[in-house]
């Protein structure tokens, strides 16, 4: 049976893609791990990777085609034995079982001759529907005694495919539907605004020009909005004086001169926010869906601007990592941001974000939580202040901060604690490399 091969979701908020370029053609033979396509998602190039072998048989969507939403078929691909001649054919049963025949219909057909053995019944599941699996997956399960209907399939559509098998042990078992989490209740839909038509008409009079949408835009427009409306944000304000950590900074850059490193203040924010989390580990979680997921490791994710939008790589483990390494991943992250050249799993993730507005003079600002994170500390510019110390009015360089916080996940006191541990590690910067 021709398979379709489908526009993958290459990250979590892909809804559709560019495919920028086939690195294959019909009639070539391919196998699994094969570099099919270049895809361009809302966040970068990637390429696709082919999940079954056999040979292309035909290409649906043409390179350069923009706007192609996710599981809509760009190629079908053959197996042993089939043709060109087999797309279009109807890949599987309908999903309705056919009527009894009633009692005064005319009789079925003799059965045929014995010599003629019947076709194999495709596999079935435990509640009785169609196992769908590719002829390679069926010839290793039967070679490995394993039980496709205990086996979950990673192709399009749910298809079993080499890799689900070779992995899977005879007799293993998927979890029960019990056993899943149970998915949360969607949220309401937001009263709708205003329809492109009637924004058009209001400023029909006036000079204007209209600029499309990209994947990324229209991904951060999503995504925010959804943040805005379904998560319960507050806020929590708080100043951290830097004379110290400013000190601490150029006495190590002097020191770190020969081996190029140079730290930033953003490298002891990230630094500062990864033990906080440590330090309130309550405080380092994430919203489910309908429960907190509670991560050990502070993986700490920062934006990144780049034209058009933004980019939160994220640095894992940041609590263990020194601030020169720190800074270094930091600089690769972003400037491969810049050039959309990051993977998924560079990008994903995280419990908690930075935002830093200071290098552009952003004295303070509110952040947006970006889903599923807990929270996000939006860092102003550090300012000479007047400061009040035992009696006496000092000049302090003061940086503002607001933390962003999902009620659901942090309530107010554990939001103050871990704003409070983030403020003492930037007041304490030596206390940081203890």
């Known amino acids: 049976m021709p398979t379709e091969i489908l526009m993958p979701a290459l990250s979590p908020t892909m809804e559709e893609g560019t495919l920028a370029k086939w690195l294959v053609k019909e009639g070539d033979t391919v196998k699994s791990g094969d570099i099919l396509a270049e895809i361009e998602t809302d966040k970068a190039t990637m390429e696709f990777e082919a999940v079954d072998e056999g040979t292309v048989g035909k290409i649906l969507v043409a390179e350069g085609s923009a706007g192609v939403k996710v599981n809509t078929p760009i190629a079908v691909l053959l197996e042993e034995g089939e043709s060109a001649d087999d797309i279009g054919a109807d890949p599987a049963p309908k999903a309705e079982a056919a009527p009894e025949p009633k009692a005064a219909e005319a009789p079925a057909p003799a059965a045929a001759p014995a010599a003629a053995a019947p076709a194999p019944a495709a596999p079935k599941s435990a509640d009785g529907g169609r196992i769908f699996a590719s002829p390679l997956a069926r010839r290793i399960a039967a070679e490995k005694g394993i039980d496709l209907a205990s086996v979950t399939g990673s192709g399009p559509r749910g298809r079993i495919v080499k890799a689900d ?12 539907a019990s056993d899943a989490p149970k998915a949360a209740p969607a949220p309401a839909a937001a009263p709708a605004g205003p329809s492109a038509e009637t924004i058009l008409k209001m400023y029909a009079d006036r000079e204007t020009t209209e600029v499309a949408l990209d994947g990324m835009r229209r991904t951060i427009a999503a995504r925010l909005g959804e943040a805005k409306q379904t998560i319960p944000h507050f806020y929590l304000r708080r100043s951290a004086k830097l004379d110290e950590l400013m000190k601490f ?3 190590l850059n002097k020191q770190l001169e020969t081996r190029g490193v140079k730290l930033s203040v953003n490298d002891f924010v990230i630094k500062a926010c990864a033990l906080a989390l440590q330090q309130v580990p309550d405080a380092n979680a994430v919203w489910a869906g309908d429960r907190i997921l509670k991560l050990k490791p502070s993986d700490v994710a920062v934006a990144v601007a780049i034209e058009g939008g933004l980019f ?3 640095l894992k483990d940041a609590h263990l990592k020194t601030l020169s390494a720190l800074s270094g991943e ?8 810049k050039t959309k050249k990051l993977a998924p799993h560079e990008y994903q993730g995280g419990s908690f974000a930075i935002s830093n507005l200071g290098m552009f003079g952003i004295e303070n600002f509110d952040a947006v939580i970006n889903p599923p994170h807990g929270a996000i500390l939006a860092v102003g510019a550090g300012i000479q202040t007047p400061v009040v110390e035992n009696g006496e009015v000092v000049i302090r360089n003061v940086m503002s901060m607001t933390l962003s916080v999902d009620h659901r996940v942090i309530d107010g006191a554990l939001g103050a604690q871990l704003l409070q541990a983030i403020v003492e590690n930037l007041e304490n910067p030596v206390a940081m490399l203890a």
Do not use: H, I
Request: charge should be positive; aromatic fraction near 0%.
């Open 312 to 314: 939160t790589p994220v």
């Open 249 to 251: 900074r150029a006495t």
């Open 330 to 337: 930091m600089k690769d992250l972003a400037t491969r941001a």
């Open 165 to 176: 098998v070779e992995g899977a042990k005879p007799g293993a078992a998927k979890p029960a």
